[in-house]
């Protein structure tokens, strides 16, 4: 008998036959002996429904006020899954985040996990019931309600894994597994059987939408055994666990891809300590993150600055930057908001050369022209011009072989 703790999305809550068919899936872990808790999200679409409905009250919704609102489409699923399993004759209860005590800090509509008092949990489960709990949310420690903001059920249902020693999350979603690349731009994409900690970390962060980032974080943190799954089908899903000696071998787990992207220059400025800080300082400050950065070498004891920034911050980052050209004395700001990043990421990146050569000749023989390349120890990334992207990612998939065997043995990207 295994405790397993099952997440369940939007998608897979959407309707009231959808619930039934969660129901199903719940009953046959139950049935196979396991103890079983369940993490829900709001039915698909109801956040934004909430969100909106803030908005016709408030001009900017107080942050502790919309959590109280926001919590509350967990609320609807868990008690409605849980009239589902108890109609069929099996023990369920449900609980909000409050109630389990999912203790987090007190930043609303994106606070963290600090910590979860499991011992109702724990008894329950000694009792035999199902037990079902709200995702995306907590109480702070002066008993507000907080938020984890998007994708925040994920991190619950991990932190849930974490505080009963669970032998295994399952995270079920609309899609099988985590692929090689994104189907819908490569249709010969592969579901992987397994992917390291490591490996997911990094697609998550370069665009795959699979899961919430903080959540693998978590699993990788406390070696918690993750499994993306489909609640509409049946299969064996993606395992993400720690790297293993096949794993190892593996050149490239698979392509990840970002629309969200935006290219900001400035040209000509002094090449003098300290530039850097005095051009990104104003970006910091104004909230807005910056991803890749280059910095040209200098001539003329000038030098060229560029960056990306998300898209939709693109507008008030070149506002800031045209600001900070002028008090620099720079010669001129640039901007593209019509750009995309294409990541490669695999663990056997560190044990084998030639990686970024072959994916730069592969570009390059389609005529792609790269305008920013960074990279790590298990990834290489880099900015194209948007209408290269479904291109670049089909001429990267097949250049490594990612949709056969060839020569990288199974692994993933979303």
Known sequence: MALIVQKFGGTSVATIERIKAVADIVIAARKQ???????????????????????QVAKHPDSRELDVLLST???????????????RQYPAVSYTGGQVHILTDNVHNKARIVDIEAVRVKKDLSERKIVVIAGFQGIDENGNITTLGRGGTDTTAVA????????????????????????????????MDRIAYEEMLELASLGAKVLQIRSVEFANKYKVPL?????????????????????????????????????????????????????????AEAGIEVDMIVQNMGVDNTTDFTFTVHRNDYGKALTLLEKTARGLGAKKV??????????????GMRSHAGIASRMFAALAGEGINIQM??????KISVVVDEKYLELGIRTLHSAFGLEGDGDVTGNAAG
């Open 73 to 87: 489409g967990e609320q609807v699923t868990i008690a409605l899954l849980s009239m589902v399993l108890r109609d």
């Open 160 to 191: 849930m894994a974490v505080a009963l020693n669970a032998d295994e999350c399952r995270i079920y979603t609309d899609v099988d597994g985590v692929y090689t690349a994104d189907p819908r731009l490569v249709p010969e994409a592969r579901r």
């Open 33 to 55: 002996g396991h103890q079983v808790v369940v993490v829900l999200s709001a039915m698909a679409g109801e956040t934004d429904r909430l969100i909106g409905l803030a908005g």
């Open 373 to 378: 390349i960074s990279t790590s120890e298990i």
């Open 334 to 347: 640039l901007g593209d908001n019509r750009i995309v990043k294409i990541s490669v990421v695999g663990v």
């Open 227 to 283: 499994r993306v799954l489909s609640s509409f089908e049946e299969g064996p899903g993606t395992l993400i666990t720690d790297e293993d000696e096949e794993m190892e071998r593996a050149l490239i787990a698979g392509i990840a891809h970002n629309r969200d992207e935006a290219k900001l220059t400035l040209l000509g400025v002094p090449d003098e300590p300290g530039i850097a800080g005095a051009i990104l300082s104003p970006i």
